[in-house]
């Protein structure tokens, strides 16, 4: 028998996105839990509504946290923590139909990933590869984390899949999107980095260059072709602009005469 699933999704002004996440998930999830940013501006509460999930709305403060009060609103036991740019392959739901059962480890799912931009599935720059702690039992997990980056923490083994299919990662529709979020997680970046007590130098300049460097040559990222020398060249500019706003905020907090 197929054991109970939840599906964990929060958003922020996702309802082009959502749309597609869930069609994902049908015929796999008992129950579809949508967590919605409270300045959410747009209809993605409207459309998770109407797609039967069960909805909730909070304040965001930090992932962990938003995370964390969506999985207190999911009731199966094991629970699919999945994001609006995400989506299941066919090969994966239907294995996913019956993985999660008795006789498997008590904890959780690592489940693989394959991360596409501009049309091209990656394989190289860092990306190939990628995978992730997905599937869990409800009551032993726990999302820790801060700001920006969001862990979980899971009672029990670990069980890397390996059978068919992928979670399929688009985190960006085109450059104009990247563009349109670079300014949000660049400011979350540095903003964690004050809280570590870390500092800007002007040697942070040079990791532009060198993360370029590294995103081409070392990480091979060229071998993607275009969509790899765009994406080496905004993860080097990401990297560089969390610290140039670090500055800025070492400025802003240092003790005034």
């Known amino acids: 028998m197929k054991p109970s699933l939840s599906a964990l999704i929060i958003a922020k002004d996702e309802e082009r996105d959502l ?10 999830a008992d129950e579809i839990v949508v967590l919605v940013d ?5 209809t993605t509460e409207e459309v998770a509504r109407k797609a039967a999930c069960t ?23 094991w629970v699919l923590w999945i ?20 006789g498997m480890p008590s904890g959780g799912f690592d489940l693989p990933f394959q991360v596409r931009f ?5 394989q190289f720059g860092g990306l190939g590869g990628e995978h992730h702690v997905r599937l869990f039992r409800r009551d032993k997990t726990k999302f820790v984390g801060g700001q920006l980056h969001e862990g979980i923490v899971i009672d029990g083994d670990i069980h890397d899949y390996r059978g068919f299919g992928c979670v399929v990662h688009q ?23 004050l809280e570590a007590g870390r500092r800007f130098h002007f040697w942070h300049h040079l990791l532009l260059p ?14 993607d072709g275009y969509p790899g ?29």
């Open 83 to 102: 994001d609006c740019d995400e989506r299941l392959s066919p090969e994966l739901k239907e294995a996913l139909k019956v993985v999660a059962s008795d």
């Open 118 to 122: 501009l049309g091209r599935t990656m």
């Open 38 to 42: 409270e300045s959410t501006t747009d």
């Open 210 to 223: 060198w993360e370029l460097f590294a995103g081409l040559v070392l990480k091979l990222g060229i071998l």
């Open 229 to 257: 020398v765009v994406w080496a060249t905004l993860s080097a500019v990401y990297t560089w602009l969390k610290y140039v706003k670090l500055g800025e905020l070492n400025d802003r907090n240092r003790p005034r005469a």
């Open 171 to 193: 985190p960006y529709r085109d450059i104009s999107d990247y563009l349109s979020k670079l300014d949000r997680y660049t400011t979350l970046g540095a903003q964690k980095k």
């Open 55 to 77: 909805v909730g709305r909070r304040k965001f403060d930090d992932y962990a946290g938003q995370r964390q009060a969506a999985l207190q609103m999911c009731t199966k036991e």
């Open 19 to 28: 749309p597609g996440c869930l069609e994902s998930l049908k015929g796999l």
